[in-house]
Structures are given as structure tokens and as C-alpha cells.
């Protein structure tokens, strides 16, 4: 299928530094969503009103954390099915959220990885490199070696970013994303507001972390790994808010006395696209 892609120029060389601008603004403004006028403002802008379909799911690429659900289909492999599905496949030469905060923990080049015919665009503006199947499982596998976070994303926002003009086109693409707990905007962003409409946004796709609280020695070093603070001590216990939980796995790996293991929760779905499906957008790459 051919897509129509417009003009702009976001996705240009000399145009990163405006949209790294432009990002470290969002993120210090997104503490104020719930504020009257400037909230429903900047949801407008970041396209995310409640009809955006702006969601992601968090795949950790762990696979030793995730043993334990021996029998099903890992999330790397997941990752890997998506790639294979997928018609047209582009890796970014940078990392957006790395570059804009100039991560000094994870490498920038470790960047997204594009699905479907959107991510054309990306290749046309010399913004990153076209990617064979093997090379974007290769890829995929860098980045769990890298002990980055995987997130499949679909960022409505983005379509300017992809200069995808028409609203029939809008789903033909998805982003394999490798992310740090330092720097990445999702997490960020769900970090920094207290707005449910926008934390649902950003799910696990079935694992969770669970604390064994014979084991733990209340360290409190799983409060500081979570990426999204979902992680409190009260009265001496260590708690997590199992529904804000991405299974990202951070806490687990990061954990002195292996007291937090992941436990698939919720049946896996067969592919990554129908997680977006079950939420109203139909991908198709
Ligand atoms: S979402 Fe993840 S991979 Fe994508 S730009 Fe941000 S940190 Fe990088
Ligand atoms: S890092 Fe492990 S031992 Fe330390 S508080 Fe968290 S669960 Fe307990
Ligand atoms: S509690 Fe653990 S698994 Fe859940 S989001 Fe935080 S770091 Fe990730």
C-alpha cells in the first residue's frame, strides 16, 4: 500500500533541535494537565483528548525475568512476530528522549524501531536507515543486551513527525521503542502526572512485579529503580500499585535479595497489533 506523506520537515537534521526543545518543555508542563485551561490546552497539543488513540504497551525484553512463565510466548518474541508481520521497517539514527536529555546511561544510537509504511518518511529524510527483518530482530536483541525497556507505541502525535496527512493512513505504522528509565518521555510523563486518562494510556501486557516480603530486606531500592514511582514504603512494607505496574522489570533486576519476581497476570494476546485492536485502533503494517 502507498502512503500519502506530506512535506514538513520535522524529521530533518537541522529541525531536531526545535523538536528536543519542544519535548523538554511538554514534559516540565506535564505536572499541570489537570490544571483548568492549560490542562485540556496541552492535551490538545500532545493529542491526548480522549478520542486520541495515543497508547503503548510495555514489553519487557528480559527474558530471564519472565522464565517463569515457561509455555508462553515471550515479549521479545512478541517484538520479533511484529517485525515479521511488518511490511516496511526503519530504525531511527538517534534516540529522541536520550537526545534530549543527553543520556550519559544508555547509548543515543539505541533509537526506535518503526513498523509499517509510515516509517518510509523516516528513511526518505535521512532521519534513520531502512532495516532488513534480521537486522530489526538484531536490533531488538542490542537492546535487551543493553538492559533497555521495550515499549510497542503508537504516539498520535507522531503522524507530524511522519507527515502522514490522511486519516485512513493513521494506523500504518507502530514503534518498537528501547527505553531508559532515565530519560525516556513516556515514562516521564506518567511520572509526572496524576491524570488516570493519561496513565491508562501506558499498560503492561500482562506481567507484573510482586514483592516476596519474607525475602526483602526493605532497602528501598526498587523505589528508586521504578521509572514510574508506582513502588512506596509505609509502616515499614514495601508496596506496589499492581495497577500502575508495567512489568518493566526494573525493580526485579535491580533487587539485592531477588525478592521481586514477575507473574504473568492476564492471559497474553496472540500479537502486539491486537493489544492496540482490543483499544480501538486497528494497526495494519
Ligand atoms: S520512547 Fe524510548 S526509544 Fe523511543 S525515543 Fe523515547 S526512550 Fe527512545
Ligand atoms: S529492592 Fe528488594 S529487598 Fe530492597 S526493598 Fe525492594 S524488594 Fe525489598
Ligand atoms: S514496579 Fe517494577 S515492574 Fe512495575 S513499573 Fe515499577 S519498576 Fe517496573
Known amino acids: 500500500m502507498t502512503i500519502k506523506h506530506g512535506s514538513d520537515t520535522f524529521l530533518r537534521e537541522k529541525s ?44 519487557n525484553l528480559n527474558v530471564s525475568l ?45 533509537a526506535c524501531l518503526f513498523l509499517g509504511e509510515g516509517a518510509r518518511k523516516i528513511v526518505k529524510e535521512g532521519s534513520g536507515r531502512e532495516a532488513s527483518v534480521t537486522e530489526a530482530i538484531a536490533h531488538i536483541y542490542r537492546g535487551a543486551e543493553l538492559g533497555l525497556v521495550g515499549q510497542a507505541l503508537w504516539i498520535e502525535v507522531e503522524r507530524f513527525l511522519l507527515g502522514i496527512k490522511r486519516e485512513k493512513d493513521v494506523a500504518h505504522w507502530l514503534e518498537m521503542c528501547f527505553c531508559c528509565p532515565c530519560c525516556c518521555g513516556t515514562f516521564k510523563l506518567q511520572k509526572a502526572t496524576n491524570q488516570k486518562d493519561i496513565k491508562d494510556r501506558f499498560k503492561s501486557i500482562g506481567w507484573k512485579a510482586v514483592i516476596n516480603e519474607e525475602l526483602c530486606i526493605k532497602c528501598e531500592k526498587c523505589i528508586e529503580k521504578c521509572p514510574i514511582k508506582v513502588i512506596s514504603s509505609k509502616n515499614s512494607s514495601i508496596n506496589i500499585n499492581e495497577q500502575e505496574c508495567l512489568g518493566c522489570g526494573l525493580c526485579a533486576s535491580g533487587c539485592p535479595k531477588e525478592a521481586i519476581k514477575l507473574e504473568l497476570q492476564a492471559p497474553l494476546l496472540k500479537t502486539v497489533e491486537d493489544y492496540f485492536t482490543n483499544s480501538g485502533l486497528k494497526i495494519n503494517m
Open 16 to 59: 531536531w533541535r526545535i523538536v528536543m526543545y519542544i519535548f523538554r518543555i511538554f514534559h516540565k508542563l506535564s505536572p499541570y494537565f489537570h490544571y483548568p485551561v492549560v490542562g485540556p490546552l496541552l492535551k490538545r497539543l500532545a493529542d491526548l483528548e480522549p478520542e486520541a488513540h495515543t497508547q503503548g504497551y510495555t514489553l
Open 66 to 110: 519472565t522464565k517463569s512463565a515457561q509455555g508462553v510466548v515471550m515479549p521479545i518474541d512478541m517484538m520479533k512476530q511484529a517485525v515479521a508481520h511488518s511490511t516496511y521497517r526503519a530504525i531511527m539514527n538517534k534516540c529522541l528522549c536520550r537526545s534530549a536529555y543527553s543520556c550519559k546511561n544508555f547509548p543515543l544510537d539505541h
